[in-house]
């Protein structure tokens, strides 16, 4: 079986999880993931729809190992982790692959992907303060200067979603009280 393996960054998961589909379209299914590193497996072109989750938790913790088994359960399989990240798919023919189908698991969604990316910015944030008088570290306070830089911007582009959210939210809620 032919295998391929791509190099990426990817700030925002929806440009992933699209990209993934994408290669999943051209017959390239991920087989697995670690730190911009993307293996593919030559599939039949259009085999599977891809999603990427955010958990609660670390894969190891009780909730998320309930919540995998679960998806199991439903057809969804769990290709590989990385930190909270998961990267699922499901068969094409199996029909539509929607982790979600309520404003409220959206919203909350988006609240995790918010904390997640404000707690490596702080940190990385302290990490340029620290580094400030530090004459020998001005290339990883530029680096970490960078980090930051694209987790705020990740960080207002989910805010932007959860306002949007919540607002088809409030229209929905709107119109069914008609």
């Known amino acids: ?105 959206m919203i909350q969604r988006e609240k995790r992907i918010i904390q997640l990316y404000g707690a490596v910015g702080l940190a990385n944030f302290v990490a340029v303060v620290a580094n400030l008088s530090n004459p020998f570290a001005q290339w990883l306070i530029l680096l970490n200067v960078v980090v930051v830089a694209m987790l705020a911007y990740a960080v207002q582009h989910h805010t932007r979603k959860v306002r949007t959210l919540k607002g088809l939210k409030a229209i929905g809620e709107m119109k069914s009280s008609d």
Do not use: C
């Open 1 to 105: 079986m032919k295998t391929k393996t791509v190099y990426r960054i990817f700030v925002d998961y929806e440009k992933e999880e699209k990209w993934l589909n994408e290669m999943a379209q051209t017959g390239w299914a991920l087989e697995s993931f670690r730190l911009m590193r993307y293996v593919f497996k030559q599939v039949e072109p259009g085999t599977f729809t891809y999603r990427i989750e955010l958990l609660s938790n670390l894969p190891s913790h009780p909730e998320s190992k309930a919540y995998m088994a679960f998806l199991d359960e439903v057809g969804v399989e769990v290709v590989d982790t990385s930190y909270r990240w998961i990267f699922l798919r499901k068969r094409t023919s199996d029909g539509p692959f929607q982790l979600y189908s309520d404003f409220d698991s």
